[in-house]
């Protein structure tokens, strides 16, 4: 399946269009607050910007269709801008931000396309396939893909109290406690979020990427988004 990649983009997070009333008066209550919406649609039109700017140059009708596969690609590299680990993951300047890919051959091949040689904050980002579980402690983002999901209680264990922000695409994902979770609903990628296991190994995820998922577990009682939908 491919997409056109400013379709993409916008499948890749909620619809700004299905987030807005259908009246535009700012209300004094309930979830279409204005300043609330207003937020909103400056997060989601800040990160459909970061990846429509890695998509390529060009107009939409002259940008090559993204695969799913790059989609996702997209996403991981822009969640290490919305990330903090801990200073002594990254001590050096220099240390690169790795990602390790469990499952999905050819996974890696796709990120590289995308994503080219682009940095984050200054750091290289390496992506890397792997297949025992003896070493994912090393990385910083760990990609489990659905055709290692028979495999997915062992590898999150693995990494369990280890500051690696963890992603996945099954159903379970978030119940075996794994951080973030690729979601298909209607031809769009969506994500959850699980916040309990990232506070556990003090990863702290941007309050801008709380904002574009449909799930957030953990959030402080009375500032939780669990099952929202927009």
Not at 65 to 83: H, T
Not at 111 to 116: A, I, P, S
Request: proline share 4%.
């Amino acid at each position: 399946m491919t997409l056109n990649a400013t379709k993409c983009c916008w499948d890749g997070m909620p619809m700004i269009s299905d987030s807005l009333p259908r009246s535009f008066g700012p209300r004094p209550s309930g979830r279409f607050g204005f300043p609330r919406l207003a937020r909103r649609v400056t997060v989601l039109a800040t990160v459909i910007l970061s990846v429509l700017l890695m998509a390529g140059p060009g107009n939409a009708a002259e940008t090559p269709a993204l695969s799913e596969r790059q989609v996702k690609a997209l996403f991981l590299f822009n969640f290490a801008k919305y990330v903090d680990w801990p200073a002594d993951v990254l001590s050096s300047s220099n240390a690169a931000i790795v990602i390790d890919v469990v499952g999905e051959d050819g996974f890696c091949d796709e990120f590289k396309r995308v994503t080219g040689d682009r940095t984050v904050n200054g750091r290289k980002v390496v992506v890397k396939q792997v297949e025992g579980t003896a070493d994912l402690k090393e990385c910083q983002i760990l990609f489990i893909g659905v055709t290692d999901k028979g495999r997915l209680s062992e590898i999150l264990e693995a990494v369990k109290n280890s500051a690696v922000l963890t992603v996945g695409e099954t159903d379970r994902f978030l119940t075996l406690e794994g951080m973030i979770n690729f979601t298909k609903k209607e031809n769009k990628i969506h994500l959850e979020i699980n916040l309990v296991p990232a506070q556990r190994v003090n990863l702290k995820l941007s309050s801008k990427l709380l904002t574009v998922a449909d799930v957030v577990l953990g959030k402080p009682e009375g500032n939780k988004t669990e099952g929202k939908k927009d």
